[in-house]
């Protein structure tokens, strides 16, 4: 399966480093078109046998499979770039959650997916939000899962689930890495203790709880109960932790879908600015 990215960003780069790394994909298949050529051609620096596309419509000719990894408001000139070369046994996966599927089935022939990955994918962890197109087949399906199972826990969603669906795998990181960056540095600045020791304690401690959580079937409340005592250090310690961080997420919950609206309202102005409105979806 020939294989094509346009754009060679952190999360193009990253999607190629880890379905190669994961002998999901061979070099020799991958073509990567970017606006910066200097990151296609690092990428084929990387991956020998890789091919630096010399143009986005020279990415997707060839390519049975085609990720498009760049941002919400470069989505027009791309597919304007595209459509033209792109055949109906193709597959064009968006990784942008903005974009809706419907707007790329009518401004593309081809079958269209949304895989909307996360940073953890990266050591062959996480989850990938995955939602279907119209004219994906059941075996189109069937190989994507397989491929993005490669690297990750395939995910089905529904496309208006996206937005929370995203805070929690793809945003999470993020979040929780703010989370544990708090708590190192208090542990550090009560304590004296050595900040690198600290972080391995902590990251240690976030990795085991992951494989609880994932692996051994403990739930968050279970957790909470196990480690917290009545009466203990742990007890008194989690209570001042909901008093002070209560309203913390939904209110974060909020931010999200509120900046989320306003890139879909972009998105949707970018891609049909020079059109009428009508048999818009």
Same mark, same amino acid.
């Given at each position: ?13 990253? *999607?190629?480093? %880890?379905?190669?790394? =994961?002998? /999901?994909?061979?070099? +020799? &298949? ?6 910066? !050529? #200097? ?10 046998? *890789?091919?630096? %596309?010399?143009?986005? =419509?020279? /990415?997707?000719?060839? +390519? &049975? ?6 941002? !919400? #408001? ?13 055949? %109906?046994?193709?597959? =064009? ?29 990266? %050591?062959?962890?996480? =989850? ?154």
């Amino acid at each position: 399966m020939k294989v094509g990215f346009i754009g060679a960003g952190s999360m193009g780069s990253l *999607l190629v480093e %880890a379905f190669v790394s =994961a002998g /999901a994909m061979q070099p +020799a &298949d991958i073509s990567v078109s970017s606006r910066t !050529p #200097s990151k296609s051609a690092a990428l084929a620096r990387r991956f020998p046998g *890789l091919l630096p %596309a010399p143009s986005n =419509a020279d /990415a997707a000719r060839g +390519a &049975d499979l085609l990720f498009l990894c760049v941002k !919400p #408001s470069d989505f027009r000139s791309v597919l304007d770039e595209i459509a033209p070369v792109m055949r %109906a046994d193709q597959i =064009a996966v968006s990784i942008t959650s903005p974009v809706r599927l419907a707007h790329l089935e009518l401004l593309l022939p081809c079958k269209v997916a949304k895989l909307i990955p996360s940073i953890v994918n990266s %050591a062959r962890s996480g =989850a990938t939000l995955c939602m279907w197109g119209s004219r994906i087949e059941p075996e189109d399906r069937a190989a994507l899962m397989e491929l993005i199972g490669a690297i990750s826990r395939p995910v089905d969603i529904r496309e208006e689930d996206v937005r929370a669906a995203s805070d929690i795998s793809s945003c999470g990181p993020a979040f929780f890495a703010y989370l544990l960056e708090e708590f190192t540095e208090a542990a550090a600045r009560q304590s004296g203790m050595d900040r690198e020791t600290a972080a391995v304690l902590a990251g240690e401690m976030l990795l085991g709880t992951a494989r609880l959580l994932a692996e051994q079937g403990f739930t968050t409340q279970e957790l909470q109960s196990r480690v917290s005592v009545p009466g203990g250090i742990t007890a008194a310690a989690l209570q001042s932790l909901r008093s002070s961080t209560a309203g913390a997420f939904p209110a974060l919950i909020r931010v999200t879908h509120e900046k989320f609206t306003e890139d879909l309202n972009k998105v949707e102005a970018s891609l049909f600015q020079n059109e009428s409105q009508e048999g818009r979806p």
